[in-house]
């Protein structure tokens, strides 16, 4: 059934800035010890937010981290533009590659990425962040690389693949294209490879700066996405639910805070955050 605006966002609720002065900020996620990491690309940093606190150097340099998330033992996986691999960072604080290559071919510029339960990492791979002449493969691409470190080409046909995200019960794999300005959704099978790709929605507004990127769902199946204007709230079944207007153009988003119900948004030079009702999908069960 699908979620009304009033079951999504209380009318007290209100998107508030909390850190600003950056020059390009993505990959938010939040850590259960209570702060918010997030990298500033071109800045080649990851920073740390904590609630009342200013916004610290978390790593410098990043490899000029994109998207970031947790595996199933809570170490850091980094998609890294500069480096262009999937990184690790051991418990240790060491950083190790888990993959840079695609059958001997250097991967374009990994961007976003998600883990499922399995432990498998599913990540995409524009070619954001370097010259044409640096590419390699001839395609941009979402992969999916597997616990024992086999990497496998899921789709090759996307212009821009960017945000990426798993539905609740992880039937449904989201993958939203940049330039075309839609989401697609695949059927994900139990041996992790996709079937049945189709669009899910489009984002599209002559009026409103901003582009498909991050993307996120909540525990009832609703996909946020990073979008012209703001963030663009759709139902599972693809209807837009509504759009969060936010004061600079968006760039990714992540779950936190109490109860995973607040909604954490970079976005140019700023990260934002807002209260909503519904909490959001921060592991894969």
């Known amino acids: 059934m699908n979620q009304s605006l009033v079951q999504i966002i209380p009318n ?20 259960p010890e209570g702060y918010l990491l997030f990298s500033d690309i071109p800045a080649n940093t990851i920073y740390q937010w904590q609630p009342n606190s200013k916004a610290k150097i978390f790593r410098r340099p990043s490899g000029k981290a994109n998207g970031n998330t947790f ?27 888990l993959v840079d290559n695609y059958q001997g071919k250097k991967l374009n510029s990994p961007n976003d990425l ?18 044409p002449i640096q590419e390699e493969l001839g395609f941009y691409g979402v992969y999916r690389l597997s616990p024992e470190g086999q990497l496998t080409l899921l789709v090759d046909d996307f212009t821009r693949p960017n945000g990426i995200a798993l539905s609740p019960d992880q039937t449904k794999l989201y993958v939203n294209d940049s330039e075309v300005g839609h989401i697609r959704v695949f059927d994900l099978q139990s041996d992790g490879s996709l079937t049945n790709g189709r669009v899910f929605a489009q984002l599209k507004d002559p009026n409103q700066e901003g582009v498909p990127d991050g993307m996120k769902v909540d525990t009832q199946g609703n996909v946020y996405s990073t979008g012209p204007g703001g963030v663009w709230i759709f139902s599972s079944e693809g209807e837009l639910l509504e759009v969060i207007s936010v004061p600079e153009v968006t760039t990714n988003l992540a779950w936190g805070g109490q109860n995973n119900q607040t909604l954490y948004i970079t976005a ?18």
């Open 12 to 31: 007290h609720s209100q998107v508030e800035q909390i850190a600003t002065g950056f020059q390009f900020t993505e990959g938010p996620l939040w850590h």
């Open 71 to 97: 595996d199933l033992k809570g170490r850091l996986i980094s998609a890294e533009h500069e480096n262009r691999r999937v990184s690790r960072t051991e418990t240790d604080g060491k950083i190790v590659t």
């Open 114 to 131: 998600i883990v499922k339960s399995d432990g498998s990492i599913y990540f995409t791979d524009p070619p954001y962040g370097i010259q």
């Open 268 to 285: 140019n030079t700023s990260v934002y955050r807002i209260r909503l009702q519904i909490p959001g999908l921060l592991k894969t069960k």
